[in-house]
């Protein structure tokens, strides 16, 4: 059903949806999203990726690598319903991109490629999407090539994903002979002739009644065990109506406990239609989600999704363009216009929206006016960053940031002409304001410029961008991992007395710390965002509660460098077991010296580790080549943990330090005539060997 896009249409907020597109690279996300467009009108020729004609990847480096990059944001109306829709990244190194798009999100699609089902990234972006409570339905893709299997990719996600898949369809056709689909609620066929995304409804065929008949009891059996109406139901009429089961599904689908499941391919433009009958059926508006929750002053706020409310809204990406510095917000509550002042509250910064705009990716159309529900970008802000809230001067919150990730891996970049370093510091700095996972410093020892992000394709991209936008010669040096340092047997009892007195004040400070690993404390595991935890157990007030802050403070500072080779230090409780004031010389001041200088020498007397960023890697390899690329893995300290056979072709899963991929990608073609690929997936930090065979750690 194709709707004019050009005229204004304003819809209620139930009939909005705000989803992502999510999928590990190259299960064909993008494909599914250019479809969506082209069959609700919002474009009237079909982009292809192999052409670099698609809408959402418009950035020329996403068309000269044929992958998403940048998270783009396109709006398009279907049966009545505004899809303000985001098509995500599928590649490990740009999972920030996916984190502050989910942030802002209400549903998602997740894609799966029918052939290789789960993929590393699916995992990730799935987890992703779990922290966030994002309901989610599945489109199984790519059922037109050799070695698609519908229930092998649903399998794949029961086991990996330990969900619950509610298959809505039944594929008609096998790989190249796939031409339609049977809808198990109202038991008809949908067969598309064409690849413009019409189809014929029909019975079912002939061929396939009996396993038709059989997966739509599946269903509702499965459906029953979930939902209460429906079990009842099944128990009094030993049946679901279809009418009862779409019920049903939307419940699941929105707590989570169930996810439909559709399939077809995209490239074919076969299945997408009932795919966006779907997202409208059982995703929630921004009514059905629960009220976003903010502080202000340590006291927690609700706002609903109401256009009347005081205006809130949470900025996820910052962007420059020639039309100017591009805001976009997900607006929460209440109503924005042209030439309101909104205020910037972490940065304590008043500023005036000059102009909003309706996004179509590449381009935008002009509106007067956001409500709450919307997804925009407006023009006039000129501070505000990813994370930040906007809200009305008169009604403060603060909305909870998307987290960011710290990066694993840095280079050091210079300009080649020396003319030049004060523009390449400005473009530095515009790049780290749009994307937040990137930080630059500069390095103490050696002056050098230092970029970090989150993976070695990040970094090449963003260097890339820095040479197209501002038309430098930048000098990139070789890649570095963040290494980490945490303790392995920490001390009690170290007494640190800080003492100064240089003629006027003095100061005064004395503490008693215990130091331990986390994990022997039991307060992270494996994977846990706690890195350092810190506690008094002084009493009888001998230490004032604002010295102890400032104590903890002082602590927190020392993290940042550790005894080993100045790397941040992680993983350890700090417990502040005694101390001592002077009634005229101690001050929050010198509690927190002596809490920085005590906790160094803490460290110096543990037993510490050096810690190195470690990857789980994915490698589909012909079978003539397994045997070398096992061998190159074990050189580069991998740990083999798996290995799937398929036609052909053999995947392995391993393990492995990110310092030693690092040209990995070139070395695999080598051995495999190109015919090899891999993906990886961060899975936090392990300890490194004593001596790192490719280099030392970088300071």
Known sequence: MRTDLHRHLTSPLTGVRNLGILAHVDAGKTTV???????????????????????????????????????????????????????????????????????????????????????????????????????????????DRAGADLDAAVASMRARLHTVPLV???????????????????????????????????????????????????????????????????????????????????????TGEGVVVLCGSAYRNRGIEPLLEAVVAYLPSPLDVPAVRGTLDGAVQERSADPAAPFAALVFKVNSTATGRLTYLRVYSGTIRKGDAVLDVGARRNERIGRILRVQAGQHSDVDQ???????????????????????????????????????????????????????????????EEDPSLTVRTDPETGQTVLSGMGELHLEVAVEKIRRAHGLEIGVGRPQVAYRETVVRGVSGLVYRHIKQDGGAGQFAHVVLDVEPLEAAGDNGSGSA??????????????????????????????????????????????????????????????????????????????????????????????????????????????????????????????????????????LRSRTQGRGTFTTRATGHAPAPSAVPRGTPPR
């Open 370 to 432: 956001a409500v709450a529900g919307d997804i925009v970008a407006v023009i006039g802000l000129k501070a505000a960053r990813a994370g930040a809230t906007l809200c009305t001067p008169a009604a403060p919150l603060v909305l909870e940031p998307p987290s960011v990730a710290d990066p694993v891996v840095s280079v050091a970049v210079e300009a080649r002409r020396r003319i030049d370093t004060e523009r390449l510091v400005s473009a530095l700095a515009r790049l780290v």
């Open 33 to 143: 999203t250019e479809r969506i467009l082209y069959l609700t009108g919002t474009t009237h020729k079909r982009g292809e990726v192999h052409d670099g004609t698609t809408v959402t990847d418009f950035d020329s480096q996403e068309r000269d690598r044929g992958i998403t990059i940048f998270a783009a944001a396109v709006s398009c109306v279907w049966d009545g319903h505004r899809i303000n829709l985001i098509d995500t990244p599928g590649h490990v190194d740009f999972s920030d991109e996916v984190e502050r798009s989910l942030r802002v999100l209400d549903g998602a699609v997740a894609v799966f490629d029918a052939v290789a089902g789960v993929e590393p990234q699916s995992e990730s972006v799935w987890r992703q999407a779990d922290r966030h409570g994002v309901p989610r339905i599945a489109f199984v893709n790519k059922l």
């Open 530 to 667: 706690v890195d350092f935890v810190f506690r008094s157990t002084v009493v009888g007030g001998r230490v004032p509660q604002e010295y102890v802050r400032a104590v903890e403070a002082g602590c927190r500072d020392a993290l940042a460098e550790g005894p080993l080779g100045g790397h941040p230090v992680t993983g350890l409780r700090v417990t502040l077991a005694d101390g001592a004031t002077h009634s005229k010389d101690s001050s929050e001041m010198a509690f927190r010296t002596a809490g920085r200088l005590a906790l160094r020498e803490a460290l110096r007397n543990s037993v510490m580790v050096l810690l190195e960023p470690v990857v789980e890697v994915t490698v589909t390899v012909p079978d003539d080549a397994v045997g070398g690329v096992l061998g190159d893995l074990a050189a580069r300290r991998g740990r083999v943990s798996g290995s799937t056979a398929r036609v052909g072709t053999s995947v392995i899963t391993a393990t492995v330090p990110l310092a030693e991929l690092f040209g990995y990608a070139t070395r």
């Open 168 to 254: 809505v369809q039944l594929p008609i056709g096998k790989e190249d002979g796939f031409t339609g689909v049977v809808d198990l609620l109202r038991m008809r066929s949908l067969v598309w002739a064409d690849g413009r995304g019409t189809f014929e409804e029909g019975q079912v065929p002939d061929a396939l009644r009996e396993e038709a008949h059989r997966r739509r009891r599946l269903l509702e059996e499965t459906v029953a065990e979930l939902h209460p109406v429906a079990l009842e139901e099944f128990c009094a009429e030993s049946t679901v109506s279809a009418q009862t089961l779409s019920a049903a599904l939307r419940d699941l689908t929105r």
